[in-house]
């Protein structure tokens, strides 16, 4: 009795479709769903384009043609070789991680001033702002290893700075620091601004609305966070690091992701597409099947495969030079009508005064010295074959060309 199918070819083919698009949708969702949440949250990080949020100095620099990148690796804060990375300090939990980390050079550590209160509508909005409690800043001075204390003071008419006095005008108050074991680059009468640690290259930046979002609505303050940056990096082509890792912005090495990135998504795209022709070809069968045939094939071809195969398996293939050299001089001197009386210096001296192999401009005579003796590997024996093969077929081109 015949017996059908109880599914038609269409039906199969729409339910291997959504399989395949439900298998794509999980994998990619598997791999990438943290980098599809939103980062833009109000706080004091790189991604945060609010008023503490530090996105507004990553845009300007970068529209102004910097090297800049939020980096989101931890092992970036500790083996870095290249680049200038600035730490946005969060007045929330982080002086025990910075302690435990051992910051490489050159770094910017930017101080915290604000606690901000998230808007409950937009997340991306701080609804109120306050000082942060000054107590908290020198308990993280001394897990810095920074002996001194945080002080707020009225804003300076000018600042003692590197690039000349400036008229900085951070928000209500200044933030410094009071403190002898910091280098001050950037100062008041009452205080460090910007100062450097005495024996590493790790600058502290006390006041951050040197270039949060909102600090950089004053122009001072835009173009002093600029010549900073200028100021700190040794190269034009330096990239500018601002780290997000401290803030939870963690990206995990994730082994899917990996595969479609460089360097590996070449061989994972060669990998799906011989996946692919390897269903294909079950799916559907190519040509009609294929005959038995002898295990040993007759005529001269197989008897030269074979011959070679024995060769490779004794592992005699380099010894094969001088043997390929007296064949070839026979033949040649064979299809120039060589007199058979002569010697194989004779035949050296004749075959020179034919000409030279067009490729590589060496005689008979030259070509001969490299095959007398047997190859250092079977490439060095190819080279040397391809050669003599070439110079006999320039030579008997030649004589064809004269006779016509």
Do not use: C
Request: hydrophobic content about 45%; glycine content about 6%; overall charge neutral.
């Amino acid at each position: 009795m015949e017996t059908t199918s109880p599914f038609a070819a269409r039906t199969v083919g729409i339910l291997v479709a959504i399989a395949i698009v439900s298998f794509g949708a999980v994998m990619a969702l598997a791999g990438w769903a943290p980098e599809l949440r939103n980062r833009d949250l109000a706080g004091d990080h790189p991604y945060s384009t609010s008023a503490i949020g530090y996105n507004g100095i990553v845009q300007f620099l970068d529209a102004q043609g910097y090297p800049v990148e939020i980096s989101r690796l931890e092992h970036t804060l500790t083996q870095r070789d290249w680049g200038v990375m600035i730490v946005t300090v969060s007045p929330r939990g982080m002086g025990d991680t910075l302690q435990d980390i051992t910051l490489q050079p050159t770094t910017l550590i930017v101080l915290p001033k604000w606690i901000g209160e998230t808007d409950r509508l937009n997340k991306k909005r701080q609804r109120d702002t306050r000082f942060m409690e000054a107590r908290g800043l020198n308990d993280l001075l001394v897990r810095l290893d920074i002996d001194g204390e945080i002080g707020r003071i009225d804003v300076p008419r000018l600042t003692d700075t590197p690039f000349g006095d400036m008229a900085l005008k951070p928000d209500l108050k200044m933030q410094v620091i009071r403190s002898d074991s910091l280098v001050p680059i950037a100062w008041t009468d009452d205080g460090i601004l910007l100062g450097k640690l005495d024996d590493r290259d790790i600058y502290v930046l006390a006041d951050p609305d040197m270039l949060n979002t909102f600090g950089l609505a004053q122009r001072e303050n835009a173009r002093f966070a600029v010549q900073l940056i200028d100021w700190l990096r040794y190269d034009e082509a330096e990239p500018i690091i601002f780290d997000a890792t401290l803030h939870g912005f963690v990206r995990s090495e994730n082994l899917l992701q990996m595969m479609f990135d460089i360097p590996f998504v070449g061989a994972t795209l060669a990998a799906l597409a011989a996946a692919f022709l390897l269903g294909w070809a079950a799916l559907v069968r190519f040509g009609p099947t294929a005959r038995e045939t002898r295990v040993i094939a007759l005529g001269k071809q197989a008897l030269v495969d074979n011959s070679a195969g024995l060769f490779t398996m004794a592992r005699r293939e380099t010894r094969l030079a001088p043997g390929y050299l007296t064949m070839m001089r026979r033949r040649v001197a064979r299809e120039i009508a060589a007199p058979k009386t002569m010697t194989e210096a004779q035949l050296s001296a004749l075959f020179d005064r034919l000409g030279t192999e067009e490729q590589s401009g060496k005689t008979f005579s030259q070509i001969e010295r490299g095959l007398r003796t047997a190859s250092a590997s079977r490439e060095e024996l190819m080279t040397k074959a391809r050669e003599l093969y070439r110079w006999r077929r320039d030579i008997l081109r030649r004589s064809t060309h004269e006779r016509k």
